[in-house]
């Protein structure tokens, strides 16, 4: 069962575990669960996803009830109206906050085609990012006989496809878990000394209005699961909201 974190006539969010894609995607032919498929048969009527998170994140994803609220819902994210709070676990020390304002090349949906010869242009991308703990950690993981690991909050204020990894890359502070953006060794040494084979990237709030009453909603999906036992392991709990950390041992990541 798909945890439910809000639910009216109009909406439903859930909590989407890590591993788990929103939809059917070209790319990943072989995998016959999903996120869209799950909650429908789940609730018993059709839903609408009016965004996405990438397969390895965890957190809020909304889905509208019926197409006129999907509609609405699609112009306020085309129009970067929601705001979205993200927790990630990086390599390095970041510092205690910054922007990053860096365009990246536009990435296809997983269901467009582009032929192999086509340049896709890049986009303006923009994350404000807050360090909110940092560690270091008597291993030679890497070059050095110490490594240094961070607990971020990231706010995109746009969103392009994998910016957050992206942006992250780009400032030389992958994300934790990342195959394709981070750096393998790091991610087998939290495999193997914390038990943690996951991308460390979890979205925790979403903003919005509702789409027929205009009432603000914040949506939340606390960590847990690894990434919350992670967290008090390296002693980052009293970093965090009470409202951001959840159960340890409840494993929805």
């Known amino acids: 069962m798909l945890p439910i974190l809000y639910r009216d006539q109009h909406l439903i969010a859930i909590d989407k575990p890590s591993g788990l894609l929103v939809h059917r995607s070209e790319i990943d ?3 016959t669960r999903f996120a869209v498929q799950l909650l429908r048969d789940q609730i018993g009527q059709q839903v609408f996803p009016v965004h996405r998170l990438d397969r390895g994140t965890s957190g809020v994803l909304l889905f509208a009830l019926d197409s ?3 509609r609405l819902l699609n112009q306020d994210f085309a129009a970067k109206q929601p705001a979205k709070t993200y927790l990630a676990v990086v390599r390095g020390h970041p510092a205690d906050s910054g922007d990053i304002d860096h365009a990246i090349t536009r990435q296809p949906d997983e269901r467009e085609y582009v032929h192999g010869n086509a340049q896709l242009n890049a986009q303006p991308a923009f994350t404000r990012y807050r360090t909110l703990a940092r560690c ?4 030679a993981v890497d070059r050095y006989p110490q490594s240094r690991y961070a607990l971020l909050q990231l706010m ?4 392009r496809r994998h910016q957050l990894r992206r942006h ?3 400032i030389a502070h992958p994300i934790i878990g990342d195959a394709t953006h981070g750096k393998g060794v790091h991610n087998r040494f939290f495999q193997q000394q914390f038990n943690v084979g996951r991308m460390l990237l979890h979205a925790v709030e979403l903003s919005i209005r509702h789409p027929h009453s205009g009432e603000a909603l914040t949506l939340t999906a606390p960590l847990s699961g ?3 036992r992670l967290v008090h392991e390296l002693g ?3 970093a965090l909201p009470a ?3 959840g159960d340890a041992g409840a494993d929805s990541d």
């Open 168 to 170: 992250l890359k780009h």
């Open 226 to 228: 690894d990434f919350a």
């Open 29 to 31: 032919r072989r995998e």
């Open 156 to 159: 995109p204020e746009t969103g």
């Open 243 to 245: 409202a951001w950390l």
């Open 236 to 238: 980052w709990a009293d």
């Open 136 to 139: 270091t950690l008597p291993y």
């Open 68 to 70: 006129d609220s999907a």
